[in-house]
């Protein structure tokens, strides 16, 4: 079992992180490439596949929950389930081998919830922003 497998409870086909890249109480910075046989581009579409929305404010809340194990602020043992999703925005699609450096801030942490930010870039184009909240149980 890997490093992230450790640090999250998602499997294949929906787990969304590679590498955490740095990870303390403020920031969190992860990566991921999105390869051409991930399961939803044969949908979505399949002409001109791209990595939907949702998928990647997935991945940043996955991105923001493994940074926070990682550094030992959310107990190995606790779930967390997004609860809200505010201030969503696209600004670039994702394609099939692309990398996605994430980079998540910690606005909220206590033992019941996150209040996390984050963005997803693709080298230094800015593919999508959010803010989220997830319970912890």
């Known amino acids: ?6 640090l999250l409870p998602h499997r294949e086909p ?25 399961f939803f581009f044969k949908g979505h579409f399949p002409e001109y ?4 929305g949702v998928i990647l404010i997935e991945t940043m809340a996955q991105a923001g929950g493994a940074g926070l194990r990682k550094i030992g602020i959310l107990p190995g043992e606790a779930l967390f389930f997004l609860a809200t999703v505010d201030k969503v925005k696209f600004r670039r699609q994702v394609r099939p081998n692309e990398e996605v450096r994430l ?15 984050g963005k ?6 800015l593919a999508a922003q959010a803010e989220w909240m997830c319970l912890v149980g």
Do not use: C, W, Y
């Open 14 to 38: 929906f787990l969304f992180i590679d590498e955490i890249v740095e990870a303390n109480k403020g920031k969190i910075t992860a990566k991921h490439v999105f390869t051409n046989k991930e």
């Open 1 to 6: 079992m890997g490093e992230i497998e450790k």
């Open 120 to 125: 997803a870039f693709v080298g230094d184009e």
């Open 49 to 52: 596949p791209v990595v939907p």
């Open 103 to 117: 980079e998540i801030d910690n606005l909220r942490v206590s033992p019941k919830m996150l209040k996390q930010a």
